[in-house]
Structure formats: C-alpha cells, structure tokens
T-cell receptor, first 113, second 116 residues
Framework: EAQVTQNPRYLITVTGKKLTVTCSQN?????MSWYRQDPGLGLRQIYY???????DKGDVPEGYKVSRKEKRNFPLILESPSPNQTSLYFC????????????FGPGTRLTVL | AQKVTQAQTEISVVEKEDVTLDCVYE???????LFWYKQPPSGELVFLIR??????QNEISGRYSWNFQKSTSSFNFTITASQVVDSAVYFC?????????????FGAGTRLFVKA
C-alpha cells in the first residue's frame, strides 16, 4: 500500500530536549516536505527536499533541521525544542513536479512543555 | 507574493443544505496548480481535487463541485446536499511553477459543521 508514515504520532517533551520525527514514504517519490499546522494559520511549510541531499527552507524553518540521506526518509529534527513549536506536524511526498499531488502522512502532534 | 485566502473561518449548515467554501488566491505566475484538501476530525489530510491554471472547466464529482475563475482568482468548492460526514476542515492550496514548484501555500482553512 502506497503511504507516508510518521513516527511518533504523539509526543510530549520538555524545552531543550532534542527530538526527531521520522518520515518515510514507499512510493519512490523525489519530493518530500514538512509542514506545521496551527489553528487559524493553516499549514505552513517548514522545509522541503527535491531529492537526496537536496533540501531548502520553506516559510517557517527557524528551530528545525532536516536531512535527506535516502530517498525514502526525511526526518525532522528539533535540536532544542521550545513551547512555540507545539504544533501538529505533517510530512508529505509527491513524485516530482509541482503538478503532482502531495500525499500526506497521518500527522505528529507535538507538545513542548 | 503568493497567498491563499479562505475568508470563512467556520460555516455551520443543516444536513441537506448546499454549502460553498470560498478560496481566493494571489500569484504572479501564469502557470500554477490549485488544490483542495479535506481534514476530517480524525486529523488526516485527504486530497480532493487538483486544477491547473490553464483549465477553467468546472468539475463535478458526486456531491462535490468546483468553480475555478481566473478572472476573480477564485477556486470555490460547493457541497450539494451536505451530510454529517462532510463535517471537516477544508483547505485550499496553491503551488506555482515560478518557485520551482517546491513551495505550496495553504489557506487557513474553513471548518464546516453539518448538523443532523
């Protein structure tokens, strides 16, 4: 089954404790992206990756890092989480072109105390 | 600059009513794609439709229909004979060729309540 998976689905952590949210897709998609969803703001793009070892900032990259060492994986790293990073996070992938439909993971609800 | 506006924050209707969700976008590109996604209470994002900037044909899929008008930069979504299962947050999104197609801008979403 074609899918995008994220782990963990729920996470409560404390300020400053490094964490990683994993994202994996099994569709051999070139393009992957991370979004955060906050009430009243919709989804905002954090980082995206056009292919292995190629990443770039989205609209809200501060406080986040990503890596793309393999085509299927695109982890989101919070080196020193802060309460304003409490949010619902979505990973997405698509085949390549902007014309293609993005497929979203199930979401990760992160709470930073 | 690219922007997507969904002016309706929340809409509440009674089952079987028709409802239209508005989406207005801004872009300087002539080539772009528009999308609608549904987010039910369970939280996942479900793709509904994709429309490219050169195709202004309206589309109907069952009870769903979309009206794309470049003249007003709008891509509105209508649900006919709404049902309780339509209760969700609906997002409109824009993807442009000018940014390499790598950025997607979402509207803030419209929360639809359908009451039995």
């Amino acid at each position: 089954e074609a899918q995008v998976t994220q782990n963990p689905r729920y996470l409560i952590t404390v300020t400053g404790k490094k964490l990683t949210v994993t994202c994996s897709q099994n569709m051999n998609h070139e393009y992957m992206s991370w979004y955060r969803q906050d009430p009243g703001l919709g989804l905002r793009q954090i980082y995206y990756s056009m292919n292995v070892e190629v990443t770039d900032k989205g609209d809200v990259p501060e406080g986040y890092k990503v890596s793309r060492k393999e085509k299927r994986n695109f982890p989101l790293i919070l080196e020193s989480p802060s309460p304003n990073q409490t949010s619902l996070y979505f990973c997405a992938s698509r085949r390549g072109q902007y014309t293609d439909t993005q497929y979203f993971g199930p979401g990760t609800r992160l709470t930073v105390l | 600059a690219q922007k997507v506006t969904q002016a309706q924050t929340e809409i509440s209707v009674v089952e079987k009513e028709d409802v239209t969700l508005d989406c207005v976008y801004e872009t300087r590109d002539t080539t772009y794609y528009l999308f609608w996604y549904k987010q039910p209470p369970s939280g996942e994002l479900v793709f509904l439709i994709r429309r490219n900037s050169f195709d202004e044909q309206n589309e109907i899929s069952g009870r769903y229909s979309w009206n794309f008008q470049k003249s007003t930069s709008s891509f509105n979504f209508t649900i006919t004979a709404s049902q309780v299962v339509d209760s969700a947050v609906y997002f409109c999104a824009l993807s442009e060729s000018g940014t390499g197609g790598f950025k997607t801008i979402f509207g803030a979403g419209t929360r639809l309540f359908v009451k039995a």
